[in-house]
């Protein structure tokens, strides 16, 4: 007996081209959740992961012809545009926000001001914690933690959507790692310091 | 191994990282005996076993649904808008193309209604052929019937200008875009005044 093969993203993308509407969804399903966890774990907004993955989405619908099959896969091509939105999105937000007056970074106030459901999925301190430690790191660092560590992609993958070497992912990685412990330990430190003052007081 | 090098794997270790299997004894073998190495070793395990939680919390992450409402609209919008607009495009193709081969058609019923017109006084045909202004002259056709083309000692030559359209109705190519652009022809008109053959001059506007 056969077993149906699912089409390839690149057949479901050429298809969507020509205006087939099931192969534009098909290929939405496939990829929608992945690009929108990787917006909302770069930029630690909702609104903005929502934003992105839309847009990354549209510029299949305007630009259909955009994708190369020689540069990588259609799913490095997605995290690709998702990505440079996300960039524009927080230059954007800066610019209209200016510097912050708060400690840390704005991306961890935006994080912790979330209302919905990821309160709801993150519930206890270490996770939030995780949160904010990944969104301090540099932009650099912070999407190779997300795609390696959040999305579980291999250093290959990882590096077919940064465009870069997989030695460069490997050594993006260690250093931001090794950031990434230093301030989760001083975050969790910070927690536990104030569970413990008004005990103490 | 020593401490610098336990250091380059330590967090491929805490990840368990595919890696040579020597490589791996001797990099466990150093921690054992180097209590700072354990230390880092075991810091990185307990990131990994975090970030490990933090992955499968990520993966019930969902985007919201309304983006593929949204994007599915646009799509349909998209795909109807391309469909109106190469339908409009057809329309006006369709529009235009008649009002060419009206412009065509009068137009050669004007050549053949010759002998009513006033035609301004003759050149002579041999003077343009494939003249050293790298203007290129088509050959004549007949403009009456099955009338061969009358030889040129006979006929005055009259220059004109028509609508490239006139080129489709003698089954010459024309780019479409240019229908109503002018092109220069030749007209031979018999002794009688009627118009007996017309040629187009390319390279001429």
New interface residues.
């Given amino acids: 007996m056969s077993v149906a093969r699912e089409p390839e993203d690149q057949e479901l993308l050429r298809r ?1 081209a020509t ?1 087939d ?1 099931e192969a ?2 098909a290929l ?2 496939r990829h ?2 992945a ?3 990787f917006a ?2 770069m930029s630690g907004s909702h609104a903005t ?2 934003e992105v ?2 847009e990354v ?2 510029t299949l ?2 630009e259909p012809d955009s994708y190369d099959p020689n540069r990588g896969s259609v799913a490095a091509f997605l995290y690709g545009i998702a990505r440079n939105h996300v960039l524009r999105v927080r230059k954007r937000e800066w610019r209209f926000a200016g510097l912050p007056d708060g400690e840390g970074d704005p991306d961890s106030a935006v994080w912790a001001a979330e209302d919905s ?2 309160r709801d ?2 519930r206890d301190e ?2 939030l914690a ?2 904010k430690a990944i969104l301090s790191l540099p932009p650099v660092h912070r999407e190779v ?1 997300v795609l390696c ?4 992609l291999s250093y290959a993958q990882a590096a077919d959507i940064l465009g870069c070497a997989i030695g460069t992912v ?1 050594s993006r ?2 250093r931001a ?2 950031s ?2 230093r301030t ?1 330990e001083s975050l969790l430190e910070g927690d536990r310091k104030r569970r413990e003052a008004p005990e103490a007081g | 191994m020593n401490c610098a090098e336990f250091h380059q794997l330590v967090e491929a270790l805490a990840r368990q990282e595919p890696m040579d299997a020597s490589l791996r004894g001797s990099a466990l073998a150093h921690s054992q005996s180097c209590t700072a190495c354990r230390c880092a070793l075991s810091q990185a395990q307990e990131l990994t076993a975090v970030l490990r939680r933090a992955a499968h919390q990520n993966r019930q992450v969902r985007a919201p649904v309304r983006i593929e409402e949204n994007l599915l609209r646009a799509f349909d919008e998209r795909k109807s808008s391309r469909r109106v607009g190469k339908g409009a495009l057809l329309a006006r193709h369709r529009w235009f193309a008649a009002v060419t081969a009206s412009v065509a058609a009068i137009g050669i019923a004007l050549l053949s209604w010759g002998p009513q017109l006033d035609l301004p006084p003759v050149e002579q045909a041999a003077t343009i052929g494939n003249d050293s202004e790298g203007v290129i002259a088509s050959e004549f056709f007949p403009l009456q019937g099955e009338m061969e083309v009358p030889p040129s000692e006979s006929s005055g030559v009259v220059r004109v200008a028509v609508p490239r359209v006139t080129l489709l109705a003698f089954g010459l190519p024309m780019n479409p875009e240019l229908a109503m652009e002018p092109i220069e022809a030749e007209i031979l008109v018999g002794e009688d005044g009627a118009a007996q053959a017309i040629r187009f001059l390319h390279g001429r506007q």
Avoid at chain 1, 149 to 152: A, D, K, N, R, S
Wanted: hydrophobic residues 45%.
């Fill in positions: 969507a205006g509407r534009f969804a939405f399903r929608r959740h690009v929108y966890r909302l774990n992961a929502e993955t839309q989405f549209m619908i305007r459901t990821i999925l993150i270490e996770a995780v949160r933690v560590e959040l999305e579980e490997r990685l260690h790692r090794q990434l412990r989760l």
